[in-house]
């Protein structure tokens, strides 16, 4: 373990060393609120890119990443990347809404059939197009859009196949209005509690279930007090990557392209972790006691058809019909593509 510290330090040493004569190395934080855990898919992108940054400029520029919400949590790094106090970040679409409503469109329940799908819309024309729109009225720019993953429904007592199951239930959401009106189209009672306290709420029966990525279903031990979880990713959520757009533009025009190319490593190697913490995190819960169900064609379709009408009503009013359609249309092309692709 020393030595690799001490190897580590070294090439620290000879690349702020590189450094060209005369010019002054920039140094920046990255903010995230996800877990510090080494081990975790955010820390370890992130570390490619700082590394791959750092290398690519010849030291020129630092990053710095600071996880765990140390510099705040997600809506208050939001802000700070928003007044340039925080250079970079990792945050969810979740606090986004309060600057850039049309961010919602994510919200649109069973919008994305697979994660090739969704991949394929947040890299093309469409998720340009919305990051460009973001970028213009807010001043934070996007470097690249990886996962949060998909989230599905777990339940204590009763086990949830198809939204029938669902009917009577009460099941924890985010105060998100588009959550908690796609939750109440399934039949079931919405009901907002903070995530510090779902735990214990879980385990006293104040509400019978929750909706969640499997990765916090696992890592937060939730197997120990919910028995089902049904895979039917009714939500994917994006982590996006941005930088305060003042300071980009401050960039040389190699340190841009080299900034760039190191979002391009962390949103491939974020999204490949994301997708093998998911695979782990499904084996552990099994392992503990949990029974997970997939749901067939005919059940996704029923899931859809309730829930999708409801809130893509509340989205419209919100953000308007403009970028529903365009994400909608996007979604449709991408699935045609797929098609194609597998005949």
């Known amino acids: ?115 090739y799908v969704a991949w394929e819309v947040l890299d093309g024309d469409f998720g340009q197009e919305l990051m460009e729109k973001m970028r213009s009225e807010t001043g934070v720019r996007a470097l690249a859009v990886s996962e949060n993953g998909y989230r599905h429904f777990m339940t204590g007592k009763k086990e949830i196949k198809s939204p029938a199951d669902l009917k009577g239930l009460k099941i924890r959401t985010m105060e998100n209005p588009a959550h908690m009106k796609m939750v109440e189209a399934l039949g079931a009672s919405p009901t907002p509690i903070a995530f510090g306290e779902l735990y214990m709420a879980l385990q006293q029966g104040v509400v019978d279930g929750a909706e969640l990525p499997i990765t916090l279903v696992n890592n937060m031990k939730f197997y120990e007090v919910q028995k089902f979880l049904v895979l039917d990713g009714h939500l994917y959520n994006p982590l996006i990557m941005f930088v305060n757009d003042r300071v980009w533009k401050g960039l040389s025009e190699e340190q841009r392209l080299a900034v760039f190319e190191g979002a391009q490593l962390f949103k491939i190697a974020q999204r490949a972790l994301s997708e093998r913490q998911v695979q782990t995190g499904l084996e552990n819960v099994k392992k503990n006691g949990m029974k997970v169900y997939v749901p067939n064609a005919e059940e996704m379709k029923q899931f859809k058809e309730l829930s999708q009408p409801a809130v893509l009503e509340y989205l419209k009013k919100e953000i308007g019909e403009e970028w529903v359609a365009k994400v909608v249309k996007a979604v449709k092309e991408m699935e045609e593509k797929q098609k194609k692709m597998v005949m």
Not at 15 to 24: E, I, K, R, T
Not at 102 to 115: E, R, T
């Open 1 to 115: 373990m020393k030595v690799a510290k001490w190897s580590a330090m070294v090439v620290l040493s000879a690349l702020l060393l590189a450094v060209p004569a005369g010019a002054q190395q920039l140094k920046f934080k990255l903010a995230n609120a996800g877990p510090a855990d080494p081990s975790d898919r955010t820390v370890i992108a992130v570390e490619i890119f700082s590394n791959y940054v750092l290398t690519k400029t010849n030291g020129t520029i630092k990053v710095d990443a600071f996880h765990a919400s140390q510099l705040g949590n997600e809506k208050e790094i939001l802000e700070g990347l928003k007044l340039g106090t925080i250079e970079f970040g990792t945050i969810t679409t979740g606090p986004i809404p309060t600057l850039f409503k049309p961010i919602m469109v994510f919200d649109i329940p069973y919008l994305f059939p697979n994660a």
